[in-house]
């Protein structure tokens, strides 16, 4: 088995590519460890010290890791542990645990307007993030402003402030006349 990695613009975050499925679909995000127990992978990766956080798409995973941790000394037992779980045929989620479809429901009067905010995140922006290994979601809407939630890579990357003022939220209000502002929701 031969795993890729690539860069993502977060530095602390690096992208795993197993060559096979991770998720049939969806996302998972795991912020501590203490989220991880649903997955064996992710708990797994938990236990390579300096790891805080880890996240799966559909054919990748992404690990962050501690500021006090350098890449050189983690990535080794970051690629054995992934390849250790794709040999041992363990499933990536435990049982009975899904993966996340990713946008929350909204209920209300602005049914149209969040079911076109969530269309252009589904068509323009998730497929985009995901290629930094990320994800970003639809959380809320309320007078205006689209409170969305970053996951993967896309949480605590400098440059997701600027991804979110100039690219989405610029992408939302051209095609969305309603949409006045883009925040950032933990």
């Known amino acids: 088995m031969f795993i890729q990695t690539e860069s993502t613009p977060n530095p602390a975050t690096l992208k795993f590519l197993p060559g096979q499925s991770v998720l049939e679909m969806g996302t998972a995000d795991f912020p501590t460890p203490d989220t991880a127990g649903s997955s064996p992978l992710a708990t797994r990766l938990f236990a390579v010290d300096g790891v805080t956080g880890v996240f799966f798409g559909t054919d990748f995973v992404t690990v962050t890791k501690a500021d006090s ?50 269309e252009l995140l589904d068509s323009r922006v998730r497929p985009a993030v995901a290629q930094d290994g990320g994800d970003i979601t639809f959380h809320g809407f309320d007078r205006g402003v689209v409170y969305l939630h970053m996951q993967g890579a896309c949480a605590g990357c400098p440059s997701s402030t600027l991804t979110l003022k100039m690219g989405i939220e610029n992408l939302l209000r051209h095609y969305i006349p309603e949409v006045t502002e883009v925040r950032p929701v933990a």
Do not use: N, R, T
């Open 69 to 118: 941790i350098e890449w050189d000394h983690i990535k080794p037992a970051l690629l054995g542990a992934i390849m250790e779980h794709f040999q041992s045929g363990q499933p990536v989620m435990g049982e009975g645990h899904e993966a996340s479809s990713g946008h929350a429901a909204h209920d209300g009067e602005d049914g149209e307007i969040v079911g076109q905010i969530k």
